[in-house]
């Protein structure tokens, strides 16, 4: 009876680190989707057809930044799951979060810098939110 718990325990726990590795996989697979979406916005702004009077400058700034704070979100599922030792725990925890995040009120700051910082923000924690909810069901 012994053995036949010892082999359930180690299959449990073997399933576990594979989920957990899918998991970090999908993480890491959303984390270069978002850069890769940064750097694609990066290079249409920066076509050669493209110049001051038809572009505006708030182009680039949403661009820069929405990148960036997209990339932070799942650069912060990555640095969770590695020091988790639940990835399940963790994915939804994290995703929960963005939800919260996405959900906080959009409020006028009297900056027109901070507003759209907040706003971007808020965009990325619901983009977030939607596509790790999307890789977690997958690799599930």
């Excluded at 970090?24 to 979406?37: E, P």
């Excluded at 799951?81 to 996405?102: F, I, N, W, Y």
């Amino acid at each position: 009876m012994s053995s036949s718990r010892t082999t359930d325990v180690t299959r449990a726990e073997r399933d576990r680190r594979m989920h957990a590795e899918r998991l970090g996989t999908a993480a890491r697979a959303g984390l270069t989707n978002a850069q890769r979406r940064g750097t694609n916005s990066w290079e249409r702004l920066r076509l050669p057809e493209l110049t001051a009077e038809n572009v505006r400058m708030d182009g680039f700034f949403e661009t820069i930044t929405r990148a960036q704070f997209t990339t932070e979100l799942w650069q912060g599922l990555i640095d969770a799951l590695e020091s988790s030792s639940d990835a399940v725990a963790t994915c939804h925890e994290q995703m929960a979060k963005a939800e919260r995040g996405a959900e906080q009120p959009l409020g006028n700051m009297g900056n027109p810098v901070a507003d759209a910082r907040r706003y971007l923000w808020l965009e990325a924690n619901r983009d977030f939110a939607r596509d790790s909810a999307d890789y977690f069901r997958r690799v599930s």
